[in-house]
């Protein structure tokens, strides 16, 4: 593991911080696992992400609505997208300075200070 990675899961985990902090909660990163996806189980309280997230080509910003996303549904306990679960992790989102315009589920593009910080460039 590099000291670009470590830099990388220690945004995560503070970011993780802060929403319990926010929610009151006490949400759990449990792993960080060599899979294409993250994985939250939400009657458990904890969730896991992907290796992957922290290799480089992504921005930080990218790392936080990751982070987000997992922890909302450990939040609100639900595996769905819903449009409450899209009004609670945006909002969230934002707290970070960060804008999400949504493609279905997922982010189409994060904005953060009004430019493009992430966007996707396949289905996923
Ligand atoms: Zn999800």
Redesign the pocket.
């Known amino acids: 593991m590099t000291e670009k990675m470590g830099e990388r899961m220690e945004v995560a985990k503070i970011t993780l911080e802060l929403l319990n902090e926010k929610h009151k909660s006490n949400v759990v990163l449990k792993r960080i696992s060599h899979s294409t996806r993250?994985m939250?189980r939400f009657r458990q309280q904890y969730f896991s992400l992907p290796d992957y997230l922290f290799s480089g080509n992504y921005p930080e910003q990218y790392i936080i609505y990751y982070t987000i996303?997992?922890y909302t549904?450990c939040l609100l306990m639900m595996?769905t997208?819903n449009p409450f679960f899209k009004s609670k992790e945006s909002s969230d989102l934002k707290e970070f300075g960060i804008e999400i315009e949504y493609a279905r589920?997922y982010p189409k593009r994060l904005y953060a200070n009004g430019e493009i910080v992430y966007e996707r460039t396949r289905k996923s």
Request: glycine content about 24%; aromatic content about 0%; cysteine-free.
């Open positions: 993250g939250a996303h997992e549904h595996g997208h589920a």
